[in-house]
């Protein structure tokens, strides 16, 4: 107040400032939030703009972040990660560090703006992709507040007036990295706007737990009375009741489906086919599903801190809520047999695991499969490479990992069945499916399951 009234005019620029960014923000009650310095409340970077933006479009086996208008060029902090050698010609950077003992290769191309690039091929440490990360973050965010440099155990790190490390001192502590979510301040407190982030809709419904093979079980025994009465615990029974949703065993108001009408008349008899029409199910109904047949390959090892990692990334919404709900997802691995029985993560530690084709697949699944593709793509004519394309996100190749020849020796079994579903024409070089038009996916099981 003394101030106020005393420099006024010294105070003036930085009181416009604030109403200017009010304004902007579309403040109520503006000269209550003044004068009763509201404007001091820690709040996100959601209105601020510097032009910034940091993107990873592509993940495991190739890393890669774009970045347009950074602060920084991402060489002047790559040297804290592990010794690296690089060579730069116009408006292209190739080069290569050790990490782990590990030789990886890199280039960075740069446009207009000095907006770069960068590539990493063949990484799947998820260490190394997260302190990647934050060099990208740091060179694209850091302002020289020097917050990292006193982290720096052998000061071997000077921010201020610019970036100089020495590469004598440096011991590859990551530190300075590690000190703050992002590796930096302004990064951490900037919302980055990123090209290959999703809603995350879908990911909080779940909470901590997975679906279990004994909830199922306990459920398809008595659908009349299990909400009543159940072993579950009132948050468990909240993720069960959401899984049973995305596997279209019920549907909102917890009515059972046809499709769960199906699985309680033929689990017992059934078993392994039942939980090969959920997975499929899933791969529409689950984003953390359709999210991992799409970016896990099959014979690829994963783990829960590599999914969280990438998670992140992938997903908008608070930190903590997308490991518990990775956390639940895992669950779906060890308490089904979508884990050990359909090879989606087989484990013998419960810490690493392995995405592996399902190769014995039934024809069944199979043709529940294309069937529930074609409808959501609303076609009738298919063919076998449509399924290995890289635009494809759904289907029996991406749900279950098999390989162009067990998929075309179950399309030829199919096709030669005296209840035919689907015609198959695959010699002279063709792989061509058509479908039924009387058909849809719920009829195939009518069609193929006594």
């Given at each position: 107040m003394?101030?106020?009234?005393?420099?006024?005019?010294?105070?003036?620029?930085?009181?416009?400032?604030?109403?200017?960014?009010?304004?902007?923000?579309?403040?109520?009650?503006?000269?209550?939030?003044?004068?009763?310095?509201?404007?001091?409340?820690?709040?996100?970077?959601?209105?601020?703009?510097?032009?910034?933006?940091?993107?990873?479009?592509?993940?495991?086996?190739?890393?890669?972040?774009?970045?347009?208008?950074?602060?920084?060029?991402?060489?002047?902090?790559?040297?804290?990660?592990?010794?690296?050698?690089?060579?730069?010609?116009?408006?292209?950077?190739?080069?290569?560090f050790?990490?782990?003992?590990?030789?990886?290769?890199?280039?960075?191309?740069?446009?207009?703006?000095?907006?770069?690039?960068?590539?990493?091929?063949?990484?799947?440490?998820?260490?190394?992709?997260?302190?990647?990360?934050?060099?990208?973050?740091?060179?694209?965010?850091?302002?020289?507040?020097?917050?990292c440099?006193?982290?720096?155990?052998?000061?071997?790190?000077?921010?201020?007036?610019?970036?100089?490390?020495?590469?004598?001192?440096?011991?590859?502590?990551?530190?300075c990295?590690?000190?703050?979510?992002?590796?930096?301040?302004?990064?951490?407190?900037?919302?980055?706007?990123?090209?290959?982030?999703?809603?995350?809709?879908?990911?909080?419904?779940?909470?901590?737990?997975?679906?279990?093979?004994?909830?199922?079980?306990?459920?398809?025994?008595?659908?009349?009375?299990?909400?009543?009465?159940?072993?579950?615990?009132?948050?468990?029974?909240?993720?069960f009741?959401?899984?049973?949703?995305?596997?279209?065993?019920?549907?909102?108001?917890?009515?059972t489906?046809?499709?769960?009408?199906?699985?309680?008349?033929?689990?017992?008899?059934?078993?392994?086919?039942?939980?090969?029409?959920?997975?499929?199910?899933?791969?529409?109904?689950?984003?953390?599903?359709?999210?991992?047949?799409?970016?896990?390959k099959?014979?690829?090892?994963?783990?829960?801190?590599?999914?969280?990692?990438?998670?992140?990334?992938?997903?908008?919404?608070?930190?903590?809520?997308?490991?518990?709900?990775?956390?639940?997802?895992?669950?779906?691995?060890?308490?089904?047999?979508?884990?050990?029985?359909?090879?989606?993560?087989?484990?013998?530690?419960?810490k690493?695991?392995?995405?592996?084709?399902?190769?014995?697949?039934?024809e069944?699944?199979?043709?529940?499969?294309?069937?529930?593709?074609?409808?959501?793509?609303?076609?009738?004519?298919?063919?076998?490479?449509d399924?290995?394309?890289?635009?494809?996100?759904?289907?029996?190749?991406?749900?279950?990992?098999?390989?162009k020849?067990?998929?075309?020796?179950?399309?030829?079994?199919?096709n030669?069945?005296?209840?035919?579903?689907?015609?198959?024409?695959?010699n002279?070089?063709?792989?061509?499916?058509?479908?039924?038009?009387?058909?849809?996916?719920?009829?195939?099981?009518k069609?193929?399951?006594?």
């Amino acid at each position: 107040m003394i101030i106020n009234k005393q420099y006024k005019k010294e105070l003036e620029p930085f009181l416009s400032r604030l109403v200017k960014w009010s304004e902007q923000r579309h403040i109520p009650n503006l000269d209550e939030y003044i004068k009763e310095h509201k404007w001091k409340l820690r709040a996100s970077g959601n209105n601020v703009d510097n032009g910034t933006r940091v993107s990873f479009p592509k993940q495991f086996p190739t890393f890669v972040a774009q970045v347009s208008k950074p602060q920084k060029r991402i060489e002047d902090w790559l040297p804290v990660l592990c010794e690296c050698s690089y060579n730069s010609h116009k408006n292209k950077t190739i080069g290569e560090f050790r990490f782990n003992k590990i030789v990886y290769h890199f280039n960075i191309e740069y446009k207009s703006d000095n907006d770069y690039t960068f590539t990493l091929y063949e990484v799947n440490n998820p260490l190394l992709v997260q302190l990647l990360k934050r060099i990208i973050y740091k060179s694209a965010y850091c302002i020289n507040c020097e917050a990292c440099e006193v982290e720096c155990p052998t000061g071997a790190l000077s921010v201020y007036p610019k970036i100089i490390i020495d590469k004598k001192k440096c011991i590859h502590c990551h530190k300075c990295l590690q000190f703050h979510d992002q590796g930096c301040i302004v990064a951490n407190s900037l919302v980055m706007t990123t090209l290959s982030k999703t809603k995350g809709a879908g990911i909080s419904k779940i909470g901590t737990f997975g679906i279990h093979e004994e909830w199922l079980q306990e459920y398809l025994a008595d659908p009349s009375s299990f909400w009543l009465n159940n072993s579950l615990g009132n948050k468990q029974e909240q993720s069960f009741k959401a899984w049973l949703v995305d596997a279209e065993i019920i549907d909102s108001k917890k009515n059972t489906t046809a499709f769960g009408e199906f699985c309680i008349s033929h689990y017992e008899d059934e078993h392994g086919l039942i939980w090969e029409l959920i997975w499929t199910n899933f791969a529409y109904g689950s984003v953390l599903s359709n999210w991992f047949i799409n970016t896990i390959k099959p014979e690829q090892v994963f783990s829960k801190p590599m999914l969280d990692e990438l998670a992140l990334n992938e997903f908008d919404g608070a930190k903590n809520t997308i490991t518990y709900a990775i956390g639940g997802f895992m669950q779906v691995f060890k308490y089904s047999p979508i884990g050990d029985i359909l090879n989606q993560g087989q484990t013998d530690d419960n810490k690493s695991y392995t995405r592996k084709q399902h190769s014995e697949l039934s024809e069944v699944a199979l043709a529940y499969s294309i069937y529930k593709y074609a409808e959501t793509k609303g076609i009738l004519s298919l063919s076998v490479s449509d399924f290995y394309g890289e635009e494809c996100e759904t289907g029996p190749a991406k749900e279950f990992g098999i390989t162009k020849s067990i998929f075309t020796k179950l399309l030829r079994q199919l096709n030669s069945a005296t209840n035919r579903v689907l015609i198959a024409e695959l010699n002279m070089g063709l792989n061509s499916i058509t479908l039924r038009e009387d058909l849809k996916s719920m009829d195939i099981l009518k069609q193929l399951v006594l």
